[in-house]
């Protein structure tokens, strides 16, 4: 005996359509919502390195953010050393276990120099951090300009050693 196939009812397809339309209006919404909002990814790459860097410093973890020295500032402190330092500046001197940290929108610099004797880098990044502590002695604020290069395929930081000159 053959069975007749039934076609979808109106129900079925008002289902379908309806399903439609909520997966089409999902989309757009998300959509909409990604163009207005900022997320963290859609920094750009020498702000993300800087960020990483200092939600490091935050966490105490100064190892993980040594590891993200260009090798000119790995020259400056072994990492054993600069560990040792940051943790006793931030957590004996300052007498503080955290900060809290904000960065400036990227500058693109041209033939920066991280001090006298180094050469140029043809572009570098500046990003002013500012962190601000909750000490014993008060609320203040550490402002420090920090750099940022490509360096062997991947981004890394770097702090100024150049002398300003008095006025500047």
Not at 145 to 166: H, Q, T
Request: hydrophobic share 45%; aromatic share 16%.
């Amino acid at each position: 005996m053959l069975r007749r196939r039934r076609r979808a009812g109106p129900l079925r397809l008002k289902l379908l359509v309806g399903l439609m339309v909520a997966v089409i209006g999902w989309m757009m919404w998300h959509n909409a919502v990604s163009l207005f909002t900022a997320s963290e990814s859609d920094d750009p790459e020498a702000l993300q390195l800087v960020k990483k860097f200092y939600a490091f410093e935050q966490a105490g973890d100064f190892g993980s953010s040594w590891e993200l020295f260009h090798p000119l500032m790995e020259a400056y402190f072994n990492k054993s050393a600069y560990i040792q330092r940051r943790a006793h500046i931030t957590m004996q001197d300052y007498g503080v276990k955290t900060f809290q940290f904000s960065t400036s929108e990227p500058k693109l610099l041209i033939d920066w120099r991280m001090n006298k004797e180094a050469a140029p880098f043809a572009e570098a990044y500046e990003i002013i951090v500012t962190q601000a502590f909750q000490t014993p002695f008060g609320n203040f604020e550490l402002v420090q300009p920090c750099y940022a290069v490509w360096e062997s395929g991947e981004w890394r930081m770097l702090w100024s050693y150049v002398e300003k000159a008095e006025g500047d």
